[in-house]
Structure formats: C-alpha cells, structure tokens
C-alpha cells in the first residue's frame, strides 16, 4: 500500500460526512419536529450519535491523512 | 433505444411502494447515494495498484494485521447473517449466539496460533492450492470445483435474501435491488482486485457497527436493562429458556432449538466452525493476504475479538423483539400466506422502531453494505480458486501473468451473473435455498479432516487425501438423503428423535469429518507417503517454522489469543 492512501483516511471521510449530515438532520428537527417520530426519540439520537460519527471521522481524517 | 423499451425498461425496475414498511427520506437517500459513491471510488482509486497476479488476487500480501482481522470478520458479516442470525435469536433465544461464540472464537484462535503458519510459509495462494502441495491435484481438483460451485451460489442466496427484505421493508423492487448492488460489487472487484474488496470489507464493517448498533443501545434503554429484558422474555414466552445458552442443552426437548450439548460442542465447535473458519477459502484469502507471518497470525485473533463482540449488534435485537414488539413474527412461508412479518425481518423492523430521517438510512446502508461484503468475498475468492486451481492447473498451465489477471476480471464478472442467475432460481423455487446451504456444509466439515491431517501428520499420503475427502462429502450427503427420505432415520443421525433441523447439521457434520478422518488414515497406511524432503513447509515436523522476533510480551501472538480465550470463557460463564 505504499503510496496510497490508507482506508482509515477513507473511513475517516466517512464517517465525518454521515456525522455532519445526521447530527445536522437532528438539530433541524428540533425545529421542525417529525409527526411520527420513532420511540425514544426525546433522547434525540441523531444528535448525539451523529455528533460521535463526526468527531471519531475528523480524528481518523486527521491522523491518517496523505502526506 | 425507442419509448417504448425505455418506459418498459423502467418499469422492471419500478419499485413497487405498496405495503412497505418504511419510506426513505431525501437524507436517507443522500446517505445510501454517498456510501455507494464511496466504494466505486475506492476500485477506481485502487485499479492501478491491481496489474499483478500477486495484487489482483492476494492484494499484494500488503495488509496489516488489523486490516486482514477486521476483514476477515467482514467477509463472514453478510446479509444472510445479519438478518437471519436476528431473525434466530428471535426464534431460538440467546442460543443463537452459539454460532458466534463456541461456532468460531476456538476455530479462529487455531487458525492463528496452530494453522496459519503452515498456509503462510507454503506462500499458497489459496486453500485448494494448499491441498496440491500436500496431497496433488485430484483433492485439489476436487475441492476446487466444490469450492467454486457453492460460492457463486451462495452468493445469490445471499442476494435474494437481501432483496427480500428490501422488497418488505423499503419497498424496493427485487430486480432493483439485485442489479445495482451487483452491479456494484462487480466493478469495484474487477477493477482493485482482493485489495479492492478488503479495502471496502473495512469501509462495511465499520458502517455495519454505526448502523446497527443504536438498536441494543435503544433497546437497552426502553427495556430497562438486561435483568428486566430477562423478566419481561421470561413472562411473554412463558419460559426461561430463551435467555440460556448452556444450561438448557442437556437435552434436546429442554430447548427452543431441540439441541444437545454434544451437538454444540462436537458439531457445531469443532466440526463445522472449524470447518469453515479454518478451511473456507472466503475467510482465509483475507488472512493469506498479510505482510509477514506476524500479521497473519495476528489477524484471525483480531477477528476473534469483533466476532466476539457481533451479538450485541445481531443477537441482542432479536431478544430486546421478542420483549418489545407488540406483535408476533412467524416463519417466512406463514409470512408470505399471511402478510405477517417474518423472523427474518425482525432487525429492519427495530431499526424502524429506533431510527428517524438520517440514521434510518444509515441502517439501511449498514445492511447493504453488509449484502455487499459478503457477496464481494464470494466472488473475490471465486476469482481466484477459479484462475489458480481450475484454470492455471488444469485448462492453461502456462499462459502469462496478465493473462491470468485478465482471467480474474472476467472471472469477477461471471461469477456476479452466475450469483445473479442463482437469485432468480431461487425466487422462483424457494426450496432450494435449504438443499444448497446444506450442500454447502456437506463440504466444509470433511476438508477439514483433510487439511488437518496434511498439517499435522506426515503419514498422510495423496490418496488417503483424496478418498478421505471423497469419502467425508458421501457420508455428508449420504446422512442428508437417509434423513430426508426416512424421517425417523433421526435418532441414528442425531442421537435423538427429538433432534431439530440445526441438531441434525451439527451430528452430520460430526460423522462426515469422522468418516474422513477415519478413510484418510487407513488409505494412507495402505499406501506409500511422500519423501520427508518434500513436505517441508507443509507439515508440523517436517518445517521450520521461522521465528518471530517480538520486542514486547505483549506483542506475541499467543497472548492475544490468551486474552481472548479468557474473554470466551468468561462471557459463556456469564449467560450460561
């Protein structure tokens, strides 16, 4: 694998987007609030779950990026 | 293309919305649509570095202990054994778990410490290729062929199951469903080769755990805890046993799976998991494709531990259903007469229970991605038995090694049409499915006698490999057709009339390793064994097996190995 980019960078991307894109979708529907919102949803899962996927992908991204 | 063709065209692939259980939101769709994009990426970035024999089919023998574990895991984790180990532990209770635990932590602690040094310094390309050094071609013919066969079809038993549910939960049209993941896998395969798939096998592996794991965190959370979900199975079910894994199998009318100790032990830990652990070209290619021995090692223990670690994703909501849902599941053919949910559908029913706009669609990539994995193993190992052990052995010898790089290619492509054509077959004779699946295990539990016997026992000579593999895949399939066509034949097979569909796998399996075990060794004291000089690299006794130099204690790969059995026992202790 010697000159290309590690998976670990690749997963990092990934995880970071998802996390972006889930946590935002949370933090949209505090607003706007689903009409048939799934159980448990007062814990508000794609905020805190989202907001994990984003911080271990800027970590993955950070630590394994091209150099 | 006129009009008309086109409009038919689409409508194949019209998805028909009508009794889903759940719609896509745009958010849900840009999940899906990104992580698709991701993996044709990573074969597109990846095609250069796929110009070998040696990239195109053993990645290069480049990964990293991690990367080769955590693939090896991944390529187990398919749809089939998502959906349908969920759909078990909803049927079967916390015995499912079985299947992860006895059925494969002591099989991948072997390969790592006992076997791989063996695979790893033969420098084989795959298990087949293992055999032709040990025994000649006629085993290596022989289980070649096997090998390929099952796999193609296997992974269109895969595909259909996937689809299915697709079809069920998201509405999704099969043929939808089946072309554009195949399609997928087709060309981020052909294009990076082995290195391509386990790249991608990591990328699944980690979206499978995002995905999956909010529902036992959810669950968990609404149940109570576990001593409460406990409580309120044991109330609903009107029994302890869904909750037990040992301490119910001390007979077979004692548990929901009609299943004896002896069975789990004996069948299911050492024939068939070792079977398939240690022999299953699937699994073991990811290992083959390590940097140094130490990785190779290394790699199996590291699956251990995730394996270990997958029924919180997999079993666990099967149980945390069998509390919470408030209606029953029923088996897939009452399903279908019924329009009731399947056991099978019992992890896409809690991620709909958990998971809003966002992480609903993230669940459903986890499950995609997971069809995608397993299917990408299949088709990658069949590349490769099918180049190395059918046609550079037997059709064309001598050709070029971009000859048989191209061959791989071409190969990935009609492996996915044959898995395709398989799915097809399937969803027009459902039965199938059972005959190949036990097909499948009619094969692996005899080459393990055989690929053990080649490692651990210089006596054993090229015929008594041979027939003692020819022999253990008779008395499989022999124990099949007696048990099939006479029922009560049962209580010979599996010790016990009481005995269900999975018991009767697990003694068949036991009696065809037995039988192969048993013709291998007399075939070989009747005949003459190869020279000492020639098994060197092949046999315990007979190599030298090249030392690792670790800096640390904690660096050897025994010690892992060690941490991980200890983790085995204590956590059988624990749900005994």
């Known amino acids: 694998m010697r000159g290309h980019v590690q998976i670990w960078f690749f997963s990092g991307i990934l995880l970071l987007t998802y996390g972006v894109l889930i946590a935002g979708t949370g933090l949209w529907e505090l607003s706007h609030p689903l009409a048939n919102p799934p159980v448990l949803y007062e814990l508000h899962p794609p905020i805190w779950w989202g907001a994990i996927m984003a911080v271990a992908g800027l970590i993955y991204v950070l630590r394994f990026r091209p150099r | ?576």
């Open chain 2, 1 to 576: 293309m006129s009009l008309a063709s086109l409009t038919a065209a689409l409508a194949y692939f019209q998805a028909p919305v009508k009794g889903s259980l759940v719609h896509l939101g745009g958010v849900d769709i840009a999940v899906i649509a990104i992580y698709f994009a991701m993996v044709i990426y990573i074969g597109f970035y990846l095609k250069g570095a796929a110009n070998t024999s040696e990239e195109f089919f053993m990645a290069g023998r480049e990964m990293t202990a991690w990367i080769a574990g955590l693939s090896f895991v991944s390529a187990n984790l398919g749809s089939l054994e998502l959906m349908g180990w969920a759909g078990s532990a909803y049927q079967y209770g916390i015995l499912a778990t079985h299947w992860y635990w006895i059925g494969a932590i002591p099989a991948m602690l072997f390969l790592g410490i006992v076997m791989m040094p063996f695979y790893y310094i033969s420098k084989t390309h795959s298990v087949p290729g293992y055999l032709s050094l040990r025994y000649g071609d006629g085993a290596r013919g022989l289980s070649a062929v096997c090998f390929a066969f099952m796999t193609v079809l296997m992974s269109g038993i895969n595909m259909y199951s996937m689809a299915l549910v697709m079809k069920v939960v998201l509405g999704w049209n099969l043929n939808f469903s089946i072309w554009v993941s195949s399609i997928t896998v087709a060309i981020y395969v052909a294009l990076g080769g082995l290195r391509s798939a386990i790249f991608n096998e990591i990328l699944q592996f980690l979206l499978i755990w995002l995905g999956a794991l909010l529902i036992p965190i959810m669950g968990l959370i609404e149940a109570h805890g576990w001593t409460n979900l406990k409580a309120q199975i044991a109330q609903r079910m009107g029994s302890m046993q869904y909750t037990h894994l040992w301490s119910t199998t001390a007979h077979f009318r004692d548990n929901p799976m009609g299943i004896h100790w002896t069975g789990l032990v004996f069948g299911l830990g050492i024939a068939i998991s070792c079977g398939y652990w240690t022999t299953d070209f699937l699994v073991v290619q990811r290992v083959l494709s390590a940097h140094n021995l130490r990785a190779a090692r290394m790699a199996p223990i590291i699956g251990a531990g995730f394996k270990m670690m997958v029924p919180f994703i997999v079993i666990l909501p099967g149980l945390l259903a069998l509390s919470l849902l408030p209606f029953h599941l029923v088996p897939q053919d009452v399903a279908v007469a019924t329009g009731q949910h399947s056991y099978n559908e019992v992890l896409p029913l809690m991620l709909v229970r958990y998971c809003g706009p966002g992480l609903l669609g993230l669940g459903v990539t986890a499950l995609i991605a997971g069809f995608m994995s397993g299917m990408a193993g299949n088709v990658s190992a069949f590349a490769t038995v099918w180049t190395y052990d059918i046609y550079g052995a037997f059709m064309n010898k001598k050709a070029s090694d971009s000859h048989y790089v191209s061959m791989g290619r071409w190969c990935t492509f009609i492996g996915v049409l044959i898995s395709v054509g398989t799915a097809y077959l399937v969803q027009h004779a459902a039965s199938i499915m059972d005959y190949v699946q036990g097909l499948f295990s009619f094969f692996i539990a005899p080459l393990l006698g055989t690929v053990l016997l080649g490692m651990l026992w210089k006596r054993a000579t090229k015929a008594g490999g041979f027939w003692g593999l020819l022999s253990g895949t008779c008395t499989a399939i022999g124990l099949f057709l007696w048990v099939h066509f006479n029922p009560a034949a049962l209580r010979y097979v599996a010790f016990s009339p009481d005995a269900k569909v999975m018991a009767e796998d697990m003694y068949r399996a036991m009696w065809s390793c037995s039988a192969c075990v048993l013709v291998t060794v007399v075939v070989s004291l009747m005949t003459q064994p190869k020279p000492i000089q020639e098994l060197e690299g092949l046999v315990y006794g007979a190599s030298k097996i090249p030392e690792e130099h670790d800096d640390h204690w904690y660096q050897k790969p025994i010690v892992w190995a060690g941490v991980v059995a200890v983790g085995f026992v204590i956590l059988n202790v624990i749900f005994w």
